[in-house]
């Protein structure tokens, strides 16, 4: 990418992915760049565990009621976990560690989605974050917060159209809407 503006531009939601395999060395610079993402008072506490096995991410792609359904044919997921017990702000490190990961991902070409998991159900009921942990094998302690998918992109998205961005949410100095 040219630049970050450009980048933020044309990053979007991507749940349809082609079959092919993400490069080792693409796999190691998004995951490069979660680790470098910045957490409260540096604490590093944010885990993640990859996963690319195709019979794994067909189960993860049922980890919640809706929307998780594109896991299923990404060709890496990434599960984003937190840790309350050593981090101040567990859900805003992983939050931007997640972001840090998709940003990574469009600067590869490559296409991502976000499947947002705690406080979340299975259709049966379950809870996403125990039906994550059971598959993967997580401790308790930690808090799944989200999975990344990541795959080649099926069709390219246009990028955002900078004539809808919403500046009236923008305030100066004081929150007064007229």
């Known amino acids: 990418m040219e630049n970050f503006a450009?980048?933020?531009?044309?990053?979007?939601?991507?749940?349809?992915?082609?079959?092919?395999?993400?490069?080792?060395?693409?796999?190691?610079?998004?995951?490069?760049?979660?680790?470098?993402?910045?957490t409260a008072r540096n604490c590093r506490a944010c885990k993640f565990v990859l996963v690319e096995n195709e019979d794994t991410l067909?189960?993860?792609?049922?980890?919640?009621?809706?929307?998780?359904?594109?896991?299923?044919h990404c060709a890496l997921a990434i599960v984003?976990?937190?840790?309350?017990?050593?981090?101040?702000?567990?859900?805003?490190?992983?939050?931007?560690?997640?972001?840090y990961i998709q940003l990574q991902a469009e600067d590869l070409g490559l296409g991502s989605c976000?499947?947002?998991?705690?406080g979340r159900e299975t259709a049966d009921g379950l809870d996403s974050e125990q039906f994550v942990r059971n598959l993967l094998d997580i401790p308790f302690q930690y808090g799944v917060t989200c999975i990344i998918g990541i795959g080649h992109k099926k069709r390219v998205v246009k990028p955002h159209e900078e004539e809808h961005l919403l500046w009236e949410n923008v305030y100066v100095e004081r929150f007064t809407e007229t």
């Open 80 to 99: 984003v976990l937190n840790d309350p017990l050593q981090s101040a702000a567990p859900i805003e490190d992983v939050s931007i560690a997640a972001s």
């Open 6 to 38: 450009e980048l933020v531009k044309n990053r979007r939601s991507i749940r349809q992915f082609t079959e092919e395999k993400l490069k080792e060395e693409e796999v190691e610079l998004i995951i490069r760049a979660a680790l470098l993402a910045p």
């Open 58 to 72: 067909r189960q993860l792609s049922v980890c919640k009621a809706n929307y998780a359904t594109f896991l299923e």
């Open 114 to 118: 976000w499947a947002h998991i705690n």
